[in-house]
T-cell receptor
Framework: DGGITQSPKYLFRKEGQNVTLSCEQN?????MYWYRQDPGQGLRLIYY???????QKGDIAEGYSVSREKKESFPLTVTSAQKNPTAFYLC????????????FGPGTRLTVT | DAKTTQPNSMESNEEEPVHLPCNHS???????IHWYRQLPSQGPEYVIH???SNVNNRMASLAIAEDRKSSTLILHRATLRDAAVYYC????????????FGSGTKLNVKP
């Protein structure tokens, strides 16, 4: 089955710790994205990558970092510099840039206390 | 970037048609109109998209106004599984997939 996997589904961390969220896709898509969603809100773009070894900041990149060493993988690190890290994090991919649809993973709910 | 306006919530009865409106008065000529929906605690799911002409697929229909300043997502027979938040999004053809998700419309389907 082709798709996007995110792990874990729920993640708990203490304040001040960095945490890395996993995102893997086997759709052979070039572009990948990370979004953050707060309760009752829409999605906000954190980072996106159009090709391996290249990525761009989205609207709320501060306190986050990413890497794109493989086409299939786009991990997101939530650093201790992120002021309000508790949120629902969604990863997505698309065949290429342009008007193509994005395919979303099931999300990771991160709680930092 | 062009933005969209949607009602916060709508209600429908099961097996009746639902018309979800979206206003996008600042749409540009190269903006595609996309609709996604999100079930609770899941990632959004693509529903349909279009540019100028009305579009149909197995999930829904998209009716686009002649001036393209508004569009309507039509679910022909709502089911309980259609209860979700529906997002109307404008995507510029050459803007590298920068999707702007607003708050969307929460659709409640009554049995």
């Amino acid at each position: 089955d082709g798709g996007i996997t995110q792990s874990p589904k729920y993640l708990f961390r203490k304040e001040g710790q960095n945490v890395t969220l996993s995102c893997e896709q086997n759709l052979n898509h070039d572009a990948m994205y990370w979004y953050r969603q707060d309760p009752g809100q829409g999605l906000r773009l954190i980072y996106y990558s159009q090709i391996v070894n290249d990525f761009q900041k989205g609207d709320i990149a501060e306190g986050y970092s990413v890497s794109r060493e493989k086409k299939e993988s786009f991990p997101l690190t939530v650093t201790s510099a992120q002021k309000n890290p508790t949120a629902f994090y969604l990863c997505a991919s698309s065949p290429s840039t342009g008007a193509y649809e994005q395919y979303f993973g099931p999300g990771t709910r991160l709680t930092v206390t | 970037d062009a933005k969209t306006t949607q009602p916060n919530s709508m209600e429908s009865n099961e097996e009746e048609p639902v018309h979800l409106p979206c206003n996008h008065s600042t749409i540009s000529g190269t903006d595609y109109i996309h609709w996604y929906r999100q079930l609770p605690s899941q990632g959004p799911e693509y529903v349909i998209h279009g540019l100028t002409s009305n579009v149909n697929n197995r999930m829904a229909s998209l009716a686009i106004a002649e001036d393209r300043k508004s569009s309507t997502l039509i679910l022909h027979r709502a089911t309980l599984r259609d209860a979700a938040v529906y997002y109307c999004i404008l995507i510029a053809l050459y803007n590298f997939n920068k999707f702007y998700f607003g708050s969307g419309t929460k659709l409640n389907v009554k049995p």
